[in-house]
C-alpha cells in the first residue's frame, strides 16, 4: 500500500518567498552604508526612499503572519513545542558556526569573545532576533493560546482591540516607546489578531482587501514624499516620522500585510518548486542577516554611494532590485545545499533523539509527560 502525501496549497508558500525578497530589499538600503536620508530631495531619492522602510516591515510582518496562521490552528503541547526550538535550534547552529568559520578564518583580528558566544549560543545571544523571539513564542504558545480559548470571544476582543490601540493607534505617534518592535511582545500582538481573526471573525472579502491595501499604500507614498519635504535639513526627524507611520506593527504596515495574506490565500495552487523553495527562505535570512555577512554585503561589497551620485534615476533603482534579487537567489541555492546535507544526516531521524530524551525526562517529572 502507498501512501500519498498531499502537497501544501502554493499560494501562502508563494507569499514567503516575497515576503523575504521585500526583506533582502529592505536590508540592501536600510543597513546600506550610504546614508540616504542625508541626500538633497529629489525623486531618485524618494523612489529609493520606499524600500527603505516599509518592504522589510510588510516582510516581517507577512512572514510572522503565515507562521501564526497555522499556529493557532490547535492548542500545541510543551512537547510540541520544545521539539519545535529543538529543530530550529539546529539551523542556527549550522549557520552560526558556519559563518564564524569564514569569519575566523578571514578576518581572525576581529573576532572576539561576543563572537565566539554568539557562534555557540545563537538563540540565546539574539543573534538574529526573529529566530530568538520565535523560539521564545513557541515556548509560551501553549499557555499564551489556552489563556486566549479560556477568555472566550468578548475578551479576546477587548484584548485585541486594546492592543491595536496601544500599539497601532498610539504607536502613530513620532517617538513612541511602548516596548512592542522587533521582539516577542510583537509576536504576541499578532498571535491576538490572527487568532481573534480564525477563530470568530467572517472571512475578509476580496474586495476590502484589495481596497485596504491600495489605500495604505497610497497614504505611505504620500508620507514618503510630503515629510522629506517638511524636514529637509534635518535627518533625525525625517527618520522619525517616517518610521512612525512605516513600522513593523503599525496599522498601513499590517493592513498591507493582511490584505496580502488574504489574497494569496486565495490562490489555489500546488507546486512542489515553489513549496521547495518557500522552505529555505528563512535560511536566507539566516545568512544575509548575520551580522558579518550584512556587513560584508551591505557596507563592503554593495555601498551606494559612488553608483547613486553618478547614474541616472531609473538605474539606480533597477541597480538595488538587481542586487537585492541576485543576493536573495544566491542565499537560498546556499541552504538548498544546507537542506540536502541535513536531508542525508540529521534530518533521517527529524527529532527522534529529542523524543527519546523528552520521554526520559517525562518518566523522571511526571509534569512533563503529555
Not at 540565546?124 to 486566549?148: C, D, H, K, N, T
Not at 493582511?258 to 489555489?268: A, E, G, N, P, T
Amino acid at each position: 500500500m502507498f501512501i500519498v502525501r498531499k502537497e501544501r496549497e502554493s499560494g501562502i508558500e508563494l507569499l514567503r518567498i516575497v515576503a523575504m525578497f521585500f526583506i533582502v530589499l529592505h536590508h540592501s538600503v536600510y543597513h546600506n552604508a550610504f546614508v540616504l536620508l542625508s541626500q538633497p530631495l529629489s525623486v531618485r531619492r524618494i523612489l529609493l526612499q520606499l524600500p527603505l522602510y516599509t518592504p522589510g516591515k510588510v516582510g516581517v510582518a507577512l512572514f510572522f503572519l503565515i507562521s501564526s496562521w497555522f499556529l493557532v490552528d490547535k492548542v500545541p503541547t510543551l512537547m510540541a513545542s520544545c521539539r519545535k526550538v529543538w529543530i530550529l535550534e539546529r539551523e542556527l547552529l549550522f549557520w552560526s558556526i558556519a559563518i564564524f568559520t569564514v569569519e575566523l578564518v578571514s578576518e581572525s583580528g576581529n573576532v572576539t569573545a561576543d563572537t565566539w558566544l554568539s557562534a555557540i549560543f545563537p538563540l540565546v545571544r539574539g543573534l538574529w532576533w526573529y529566530a530568538s523571539s520565535y523560539a521564545v513564542l513557541l515556548l509560551l504558545l501553549p499557555f499564551i493560546l489556552q489563556g486566549l480559548r479560556g477568555i472566550g470571544r468578548k475578551h479576546h476582543a477587548q484584548c485585541a482591540m486594546m492592543m491595536t490601540f496601544l500599539w497601532g493607534v498610539l504607536n502613530l505617534i513620532p517617538g513612541a516607546a511602548l516596548d512592542v518592535g522587533l521582539n516577542i511582545t510583537g509576536f504576541m500582538y499578532i498571535i491576538v489578531l490572527v487568532s481573534y481573526h480564525k477563530w470568530y471573525m467572517e472571512p475578509v472579502n476580496t474586495r476590502t482587501a484589495w481596497l485596504a491595501m491600495a489605500l495604505s499604500v497610497i497614504v505611505i507614498i504620500v508620507w514618503n514624499v510630503v515629510i522629506p519635504m517638511v524636514f529637509q535639513d534635518n535627518i533625525g526627524l525625517t527618520a522619525e516620522f517616517l518610521f512612525a507611520l512605516e513600522r513593523e506593527w503599525g496599522l498601513p504596515t499590517l493592513a498591507v500585510s493582511f490584505s496580502l495574506f488574504i489574497l494569496f490565500q486565495r490562490m489555489h495552487f500546488r507546486s512542489r518548486i515553489v513549496n521547495k523553495i518557500a522552505s529555505s527562505t528563512f535560511g536566507v535570512y539566516l545568512i544575509t542577516d548575520h551580522p558579518y555577512v550584512r556587513d560584508l554585503l551591505w557596507k563592503r561589497w554593495f555601498d551606494l554611494t559612488d553608483y547613486y551620485n553618478s547614474h541616472s534615476c531609473i538605474a539606480i533603482c533597477l541597480h538595488v532590485l538587481v542586487i537585492a534579487a541576485v543576493i536573495f537567489i544566491v542565499a537560498l541555492l546556499v541552504d538548498l545545499v544546507r537542506a540536502l546535507l541535513f536531508m542525508m544526516t540529521v534530518d533521517r531521524h527529524k527529532g527522534e533523539l529529542f523524543d527519546r530524551m523528552w520521554v526520559n525526562l517525562g518518566n523522571r517529572w511526571s509534569f512533563l509527560s503529555s
